[in-house]
């Protein structure tokens, strides 16, 4: 197809490329490079300096505080990612296989939490966990609990909440997987007398493997840079990363250890997100 | 022996146990949302759940000028961010699909990348541009929809790109054999074939806008403030029913969006489409 446009035109894809690629050069590139340049220099009375230093990212590899911080957040990013894909994958399966006249409807249910958003959703889980909330009557109700427990603000209902918030793309990352699997693999292993069980176990399984791999790793990236819902679930003594760089950024206006917290969770996101790529590109080869 | 799945599947209680877990997912990623709008009638002030009493009121005060003029705020940035980033993605996307030239992975990489860095950090990423060029009155409407459109352009490319995919690559030099110029081509062949791809991505765009938070707590003003953001701000103090009711609002907008869309065009399709891909 490009064959016609040689020549004369080849200058033409330039004339559609400029505007586009400057608007993202201008608003997305540069502030990134700017935020990356910011995290070696030095911060003096709240005002970033001209001064280049690797003390941003020593302190924040060093002080305790920081070190737990990025446990908590890969801890965080890890229980979501495993909750995500136990509960997306018999989901993703169902909807895939399943003949139901309402599949379409499953599906859009299945997704529809997308469209709302994630301060919305996380909403319903603090009337669910708070201290006077649903889950604390039921319990005191059965008569399970004495007094009133603070679900939150905690680590827990921070997996809790960005569990369920992520769920659809799980959903739909593993759905993407299962489609490629063909149906007639099963008949042919349980017409060869394997069981169900074993059927799934060695045939389904195995073949749905990259597409587990991708909605885990998915689901870590995007939960390590949730901000909204360890805001309203968590408190301050469970910072996770996104709160720390509002922090920084915002109340202690601190430019250097925000700009430096904030590369540091970019090479982690980008990271996973290229082993997600590189699994994608295997199952595809 | 003839195998039929649809008997196995009927038959088997992996599949009712299966069914099961699956009532479970959907009790888990439902659940919470209508409870939310269950709390929105409350009889009562605090956001009880089972609600005590009913009440219209937490619905009056949601659509009083406090909460309706972020909503509409909300709603112009993601309309103006939704027609822009789909005007920039579409000459970017057709671009990528129809030319070969130097850089393009370059390119390619520069469009999904706002994609795959954390919206977050994009948000520090121009707070700090703005700040560095003197741009602070900037901050507010102008900033947020600098910021929204760079985050929804990737969605727009991405759908766009797909529907260029589904284009049969002869009808271009079939119209061009016919003497039809490069733009009549575009315009009277390939943009009606593409038509509903451009709207899901504007739409993607819309809701993808009109549900951030991660980008625009870093580029807002008091006043300037979408409406998820003030709720985020409302959800540190107290917890009245209001934003129960706020927050069915914002949820039922794009609800109505795209079942509207979905009817006229047929976006249905297309979600499961990109779904398809992963």
Known sequence: MSEPHLGPQATRPWILIIVP???????????????LSASFLKSEAQQLTSQPTLDNYRFLFTRPLYVELFIRTFAVGV??????????????????????????????????????????????????????????????????????????PSTGAIIVGLAHALLPYAVLTIMGSVNGINPHFESAAMSLGANRTRTFLHVVLPLSVPGIAGAFLIVFSIA??????????????????????????????????????AVILIVASLLLLYAAGRLGARRAA | MRFS???????AAPWALLRTFVIFVYAFSLGPILITAAVSFNGSNRSFFPPRGFSFRWWERALAPEWLDPLLFSLKLGALAAVASTLLALPLAFALHRYRFRGQQALLALTLGPLMMPTLVTGVGLLQLFQSLGWREY????????????????????????SLHTVPPNVELAAASLGATGFATLRHVVFPLIKTGVIAGAVFAFIHSFTDVNLSIFLA???QTPVTVKILGFLEFGFAPTLAAVSVITLLLPLVLVAVVERISGLGDFIYGEGRRG
């Open chain 1, 224 to 261: 390590i840079s949730a901000y909204a819902t360890p805001a309203i679930l968590g408190g301050p003594a469970t910072q996770v990363a996104a709160t720390a760089i509002y922090n920084f950024i915002i109340q202690l206006l601190d430019w250097s250890l925000g700009a430096a917290l």
């Open chain 2, 221 to 223: 003003r008091p006043g």
């Open chain 2, 139 to 162: 901050l507010g409407f102008t900033g947020l929809l600098i910021g929204h459109v760079v985050i929804c352009m990737p969605f727009a490319v991405r759908t766009v790109s797909v």
């Open chain 2, 5 to 11: 799945f649809a008997r196995w599947r009927a038959t």
């Open chain 1, 21 to 35: 690629a400057a608007v993202l050069l201008a608003f997305f590139v540069l502030p990134n490079a700017l935020l």
């Open chain 1, 79 to 152: 229980s979501v990612a495993t909750l995500d894909v136990l509960l997306g994958y018999p989901l993703a399966y169902f909807l895939v296989r399943t003949r139901s006249r309402w599949k379409g409807l499953l599906i859009a249910l299945s997704l529809a939490p997308l469209l709302a958003s994630v301060v919305v959703r996380t909403y319903g889980w603090y009337i669910i966990l708070n201290r006077f909330g649903f889950a604390n009557d039921v319990l005191l109700g059965l008569g399970m609990i004495d007094e009133r427990i603070a679900f939150m």
